[in-house]
T-cell receptor
Framework: AQSVSQHNHHVILSEAASLELGCNYS??????LFWYVQYPGQHLQLLLK??????LVKGIKGFEAEFIKSKFSFNLRKPSVQWSDTAEYFC????????????FGGGTRLMVKP | DSGVTQTPKHLITATGQRVTLRCSPR?????VYWYQQSLDQGLQFLIQ???????AKGNILERFSAQQFPDLHSELNLSSLELGDSALYFC???????????FGPGTRLTVL
């Protein structure tokens, strides 16, 4: 079965620290990749997406992610986090042979201490 | 604000009951998706509609059904509710059947 893994369930950082959240997915042919963020009490918002082309993708709020095909990974990074980045982050994969449904990872809760 | 609206925001009901959750997609979007977010199962895809037709089905229970109306809004019907159905139900929409999905604020269902 197709699956997405986010190995870090909880991450605590101080402001200005660098962030990297891991995301790995199981093989399933060509994929589109997404990172969504869920701020406390709010809905899922799209941070960035990868469909094709440059494997280094830049998103909103200073986030970026790198698609490494050989490692089936799509890690999210931010050079310097802010308190306002406290949220839950979800990696999602669309397997192109399985329609447009998104398969989500379990999420990573990020807490940034001021 | 993604432009996807969901009502109600919160719903509290009893086991065995039936409820209807409503979703209005972003203006111009023809495709609607339903997802369930629970503590034990995480975020799971339930079903997709495109322009009124069912397009894809995920792990949706037989007690659950959905439809998309001619005005493109969608309803998710949950019947014979069980405690384990308590969850956040998200609707998402996209312009076409294979485009990026934008999520609504969710409906929090509590079954007592």
């Amino acid at each position: 079965a197709q699956s997405v893994s986010q190995h870090n369930h909880h991450v605590i950082l101080s402001e200005a620290a660098s962030l990297e959240l891991g995301c790995n997915y199981s093989y399933g042919g060509t994929v589109n990749l997404f990172w969504y963020v869920q701020y406390p009490g709010q809905h899922l918002q799209l941070l960035l997406k990868y469909f094709s082309g440059d494997p280094l993708v830049k998103g909103i709020k200073g986030f970026e992610a790198e698609f490494i095909k050989s490692k089936f990974s799509f890690n999210l990074r931010k050079p310097s986090v802010q308190w306002s980045d406290t949220a839950e982050y979800f990696c999602a994969v669309k397997y192109n042979n399985a329609g447009n449904m998104l398969t989500f990872g379990g999420g990573t809760r990020l807490m940034v201490k001021p | 604000d993604s432009g996807v609206t969901q009502t109600p925001k919160h719903l509290i009901t009893a086991t065995g009951q039936r409820v209807t959750l409503r979703c209005s997609p972003r203006s111009g979007d023809l495709s609607v998706y339903w997802y369930q977010q629970s503590l034990d199962q995480g975020l799971q895809f339930l079903i997709q509609y495109y322009n009124g037709e069912e397009r894809a089905k995920g792990n949706i229970l037989e007690r659950f059904s959905a439809q998309q109306f001619p005005d493109l809004h969608s309803e998710l019907n949950l019947s014979s509710l069980e405690l384990g159905d308590s969850a956040l139900y998200f609707c998402a929409s996209s312009p076409g059947p294979s485009d990026t999905q934008y999520f609504g604020p969710g409906t929090r269902l509590t079954v007592l």
